[in-house]
């Protein structure tokens, strides 16, 4: 059981270059967000998915694009980086029941620099 | 729209000793999710303890606890016995209670980085 796994966990860009973020949960988990971590600033949620082809803005959601066509997946793009975008990025799913000892699940997250 | 404020960027504790990290929080909701998450230089967010606003009882994990005052809004993480291991950025978290298509999403506060010195 591999939880969330995100990849890469690292990634140099130069700016104007696009790429994209992978996120893939095993927990058949039906909530999935992406948050952005820069220091000073604690983690900022940049969009949220609650199922399959459903997604939404967050926080901080300009520059991003996301979409969710499996339960799965949740792969965040960036279609023109710019050095603002430099970052930690993380991924985290969740399942229905907020009563459980885990909440959400965290990836390991991916360091991001944009030259 | 909720908001969480950390007040202490940095503090520092002796090995053994115990040290408290501040949290304050605002919400217009009655019934949420508290939580502490520690990031160490690893960078995995590790849940470290929460605490549901119905409940009186403020919660515990071993040398964890927290001091939850919900007419203050404030919830604050007390640790003993400090370790070396416990060395890492604290963040304190908000989640409300509702079910709904926003209600998975967790409020950060800025954060406290915690050093244990020998």
């Known amino acids: 059981n591999a939880g969330v796994t995100q990849t890469p966990k690292f990634q140099v860009l130069k700016t104007g270059q696009s790429m994209t973020l992978q996120c893939a949960q095993d927990?058949?988990?039906?909530?999935m967000s992406w948050y952005r971590q820069d220091p000073g600033m604690g983690l900022r949620l940049i969009h949220y998915?609650?199922?399959?082809?459903?997604?939404d803005q967050g926080e901080v959601p300009n520059g991003y694009n996301v979409s969710r066509s499996t339960t799965e997946d949740f792969p965040l793009r960036l279609l023109s980086a710019a050095p603002s975008q430099t970052s930690v990025y993380f991924c985290?799913?969740?399942?229905?029941?907020?009563?459980?000892?885990?909440?959400?699940?965290f990836g390991d997250g991916t360091r991001l620099s944009i030259l | 729209a909720q908001t969480v404020t950390q007040s202490q960027p940095e503090m520092s504790v002796q090995e053994a000793e115990t040290v408290t990290l501040s949290c304050t929080y605002d919400?217009?909701?009655?019934?949420?999710?508290l939580f502490w998450y520690k990031q160490p230089p690893s960078r995995q967010m590790i849940l470290v303890i929460r605490?549901?606003?119905?409940?009186?009882q403020n919660a515990t994990e071993n040398r964890f606890s927290v001091n939850f005052q919900k007419a203050a809004k404030s919830f604050s993480l007390k640790i003993s016995d400090s370790q070396l291991g416990d060395t890492a950025m604290y963040f304190c978290?908000?989640?409300?209670?509702?079910?709904?298509?926003?209600?998975?999403?967790?409020?950060f506060g800025k954060g406290t980085k915690l050093s244990v010195i020998p």
């Open positions: 985290a799913s969740s399942d229905r029941d907020r009563d459980s000892n885990q909440p959400q699940h």
């Open positions: 927990m058949n988990h039906e909530y």
């Open positions: 998915s609650v199922g399959a082809g459903i997604t």
């Open positions: 919400t217009s909701e009655s019934n949420y999710y």
């Open positions: 605490q549901e606003a119905y409940k009186q």
């Open positions: 978290a908000f989640m409300i209670a509702y079910s709904g298509a926003g209600s998975y999403q967790l409020t």
